[in-house]
């Protein structure tokens, strides 16, 4: 019995330890790239609305390769860009107006029932969708990068680990203190 509960508990504590290595992981790397997690040379984007539904699901996270040749994308690619300074869309290209350094994508969303007014410029293609989708995960990512996610996301795990430590600890001395009064008996 106690080796199970030695077990348990390196357990907790290796899950503990983790979760708060994980969390800073995520805030620096969001912190670094400007806001978004990056990985590999992938980022994270959070999708908000249900233009690209069902293969694109509101709220998850999808990973997107920015860089390279903007001009380079075909009809039916799926593309991420700035549709104002603060707002990034990911659609479907429907079709390429242009050639050479002047080309203009004409985007829809899956879900759309006509194609988005304003086409595209490719200076304001700012990445390529991979196919990579985990969904549902993009409401943790938006509250991790809050400012209140984000001092939750690293406080509450330490709070938790160093919650447990104490626990250990009082147990340890306590079995220690047991087993000295058992011993000058």
Do not use: C
Not at 25 to 49: C, D, H, M, W
Not at 54 to 65: D, E
Request: aromatic share 10%; proline share 4%; charged share 20%.
């Amino acid at each position: 019995m106690a080796a199970l509960r030695k077990w348990i508990s390196n357990l907790i504590t290796g899950v503990l330890l983790i979760t708060l290595l994980f969390m800073l992981f995520v805030v620096i790397s969001s912190r670094a790239s400007g806001g978004e997690p990056a990985f590999n040379g992938y980022q994270l984007k959070t999708v908000l609305s249900g233009s690209m539904e069902p293969g694109i699901q509101t709220g998850s996270i999808i990973a997107v390769k920015p860089g390279g040749d903007m001009t380079r994308f075909q009809k039916g690619d799926v593309i991420t860009f700035k549709a104002s300074e603060n707002k990034l869309i990911t659609h479907r290209i429907y079709k390429v107006e242009g050639k050479g350094d002047i080309v203009r994508y004409v985007t829809k969303g899956d879900n759309n029932n006509a194609p988005d007014p304003e086409p595209v410029l490719s200076a304001n293609v700012v990445a390529q969708y991979n196919g990579f989708t985990i969904p549902y995960i993009g409401y943790g990512m938006e509250f991790a990068q809050s400012k209140k996610g984000t001092m939750l996301l690293m406080i509450i795990p330490g709070i938790l680990l160093l919650i447990y430590s104490a626990i250990t600890i009082w147990k340890a001395i306590r079995e220690f203190e047991i087993s000295k009064k058992e011993s000058t008996l």
